[in-house]
């Protein structure tokens, strides 16, 4: 690709002239010291056409946003490899490949139903329950310490404590001391009741909670949708929580090398690090593109909580209260009660497959709101 003197594209490591092409949503450039780098198209400016030098069908040069300095990534040749913390390694003779013309589009998607073209949004959402109850009971931490009325709990009756008074009447101090008895006993019955019911509400918060926690938590539905297209994924006799999470980083990856985007309401905070972490507990691998500089969520997603945020970081709002607020469609229930449908009866399994519908067109209207 060869680079014109007045060319507005210079190389990150030397400053040099480059020419600039983009194909399969991975942007390739090299300057006259042999430089070759490739980085993903969210560094491209808003204005800068797929088809540019060194692509068939158009003799454009592209042009970088300087604001967007701080995503390039310095690639190096290693052992005939270009390695970068943005994209997998490609070796050279798949960068020439690439460059020879855009990728086909995938003969087999996640979703067929979706249009994988540039710039697409797929809205996406998951819905959460708590892990087994056996497991759970595993990780339930109530030990004594954990009990309001330990102290009583563990108390003998010290007849040292019983106040006689002046009184010398042997029948007086009997009936005091059975009093006294009769009313440490009555306490730490009491007690023993307390703590029995304190740790069954202790219990029920737990589980109430445990869907906001990968470790207590499991994934039960991934949503879906692009348009009208609304595709629920449930966990059941014949796809487990692993499957899902495999055909969710298929979806990630089709998205991200044809140009789409993954749009979610409070995705960054909840969403994509549960999906992470669960990964992990069945040793599926990651992509090492989902964050760049470790704190930012890559471009691939958009998430709108952030959106609505307009600058102010620590705001927060639920999904139904935008969709108010916006006159959009509501969601039909609340998602901490979304386990116990899903594990209902049939009837019950239904709305609950419904209500993750409803979420996917609730977050696909609040997002045409926001983005536009």
Known sequence: MPAADDSPVRCPTCQQPAAIGVAAGLVIWECRRGHRLVTDTAVLAPDCRPNVVGLPGGEE???LRSDEDDLYETHRREGGKLMTQNTDSISLAELDEIVDGPSPAPKQSPHEEFDWAPNSPIYFDIETGPESEELLQS??????????SREMLEATFDESTVRYGNTKDEA???AKLEEAQKKFDDAKAAA???AATDRQETWEKFVEKA???PIAGRILTIGYGQNEAVTVDAIGKDRNES???KEFWVTYRHAAKYGCTLVGFNIAEFDIPFIIRRSWKYGITTPTDLFYQRRYLSTIFVDLLQVWRAGRYHDYCKLDRVAEYLGTARKTGEGA???KLFFGSTEEQDEAVEYARQDIRVTREVALRLLG
């Not at 990780?139 to 309001?148: A, T």
Request: no cysteine; aromatic share 10%; net charge positive.
């Open 61 to 63: 040069q592209g042009r």
């Open 243 to 245: 499957q899902l999470l």
């Open 337 to 339: 009660h979304f386990h």
């Open 192 to 194: 023993k009741v307390s």
């Open 172 to 174: 007086k101090r009997v």
């Open 139 to 148: 990780l339930f931490d109530y030990g004594p310490e954990s009990i309001k």
């Open 211 to 213: 869907p906001l926690d």
